[in-house]
């Protein structure tokens, strides 16, 4: 269900252009092993559907740096 609801956001949300909501260099700026594991999860969920994936990934990168922001997770991954 929740794959479902997510595509459908997605959909929306893309409706007719696909772009990336991070800067590459603020994704840079991430911890790069919790990047790794957002891909990956992304990837697995929506293998085929890009611009979902894109989708997923953005949304993923955006709460791993407000979880980094408040102080929940350190900048260096911890």
Do not use: N, W
């Not at 603020?26 to 957002?38: T, Y």
């Not at 990956?40 to 979902?52: I, L, Q, V, Y």
């Amino acid at each position: 269900m929740t794959r479902v609801l997510i595509a459908a956001i997605a959909m929306l949300a893309l409706a007719g252009t696909v772009q990336a909501e991070m800067p590459k260099d603020e994704i840079d700026k991430l911890p790069q092993d919790k990047v790794q594991v957002v891909r990956r999860h992304c990837a697995e969920m929506f293998p085929t559907d890009f611009g979902t994936r894109l989708y997923c990934e953005d949304q993923e990168f955006k709460a791993l740096k407000a979880l980094i922001d408040r102080g929940s997770i350190a900048r260096d991954g911890r």
